[in-house]
């Protein structure tokens, strides 16, 4: 608004005049956008609302917050999923704090080589239990990703709105729960996102307030390389998310199989 505009009056009440429209807008905009954020939010209330079963550890975990997008079916389903993110994490962190020579074990050397266990347990700790409620998952297919990949996206991040993550109608038909592990295929055939509380663990991960600052990030794509990683570089096979996401499916496999089910 130029200040010429209030020196004669005819002006000064177009000055207001435009001020008060100006205004209007403004308010109608701020009354929208908490309605838009009312509906965002209107499924959390908070972490109970998705009457998780967690005992223990992170019986009190936060969880991403659901848009309304998302239907009742779907609702139950990411549920399970926020369910098993703290069944993986949290035996993943007893295992990590019940042996003293837990960084000389099979699982822990395959995926994190001699990787620093207080980086390793960090990072469990931390996705397991830094706070999430400013994660959004939303159903919607936002930007029509999930239909140009139908029965290929799961999924998707959103840059644009980094907190943001699209479920695609697929992550309910293609993902198992962890009890399938072993029985349905195994973690070398499908790799660990093919259960669904891992493939919830994997899209935190896009997520800055977890990756902070990409300390975490995907250095790797494919299999070979994950497990190069923990041979030859360490310092980033603690840093790398296909490392987490093996090294969390791989012990439940031991735990539900001796010797698991990730063979080499
Ligand atoms: C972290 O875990 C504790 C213990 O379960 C819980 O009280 C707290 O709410 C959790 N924090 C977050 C952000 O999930
Ligand atoms: C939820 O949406 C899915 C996929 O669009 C649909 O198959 C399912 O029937 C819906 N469930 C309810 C309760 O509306
Ligand atoms: C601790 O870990 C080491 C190395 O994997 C293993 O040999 C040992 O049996 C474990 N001890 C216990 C009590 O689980
Ligand atoms: C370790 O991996 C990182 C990420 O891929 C890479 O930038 C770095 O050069 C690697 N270091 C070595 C010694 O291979
Ligand atoms: C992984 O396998 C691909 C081919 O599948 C190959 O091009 C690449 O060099 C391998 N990487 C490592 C680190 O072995
Ligand atoms: C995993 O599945 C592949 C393909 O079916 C099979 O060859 C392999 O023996 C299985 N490994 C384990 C440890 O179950």
Redesign the pocket.
């Known amino acids: 608004m130029d200040e010429k505009h209030s020196r004669t009056l005819k002006r000064s009440g177009l000055f207001f005049g435009t001020t008060f429209i100006c205004i209007g807008a403004l308010v109608a905009a701020l009354v929208l956008a908490v309605v838009a954020q009312r509906e965002a939010v209107a499924p959390k209330t908070g972490p109970k609302t998705y009457s998780t079963v967690a005992t223990g550890r992170y019986a009190d975990a936060e969880f991403p917050r659901i848009q309304s997008s998302c239907?009742?079916?779907?609702v139950e389903f990411l549920s399970k999923a926020f369910d098993e993110t703290i069944e993986a994490t949290s035996y993943a962190m007893s295992v990590l704090t019940s042996n003293d020579s837990v960084v000389e074990s099979e699982v822990y050397k395959r995926w994190f080589g001699d990787g620093k266990l207080y980086e390793v347990m960090g990072v469990v700790e931390g996705i397991a239990n830094v706070s999430k409620t400013s994660l959004l998952l939303r159903?919607d297919d936002a930007d029509g990703l999930c239909k140009k990949y139908q029965n290929y996206y799961a999924g998707h991040h959103r840059e644009d709105h980094p907190y943001e993550t699209v479920i695609c109608?697929y992550f309910?038909e293609a993902r198992v729960p962890l009890s399938a592990m072993c029985t349905k295929g195994n973690l070398t055939q499908y790799g660990p996102k093919k259960y669904y509380g891992i493939d919830m663990l994997h899209r935190y991960f896009h997520v800055p307030s977890i990756t902070q600052n990409e300390f975490i990030s995907e250095f790797t794509e494919e299999l070979n390389e994950t497990l190069a990683l923990a041979k030859d570089n360490s310092s980033f096979a603690v840093r790398n998310v296909d490392n987490y996401l093996y090294f969390l499916a791989d012990l439940w496999g031991n735990k539900v199989k001796k010797g698991g089910c990730f063979d080499n």
Request: include cysteine.
């Open positions: 239907n009742s079916t779907e159903c109608d309910y």
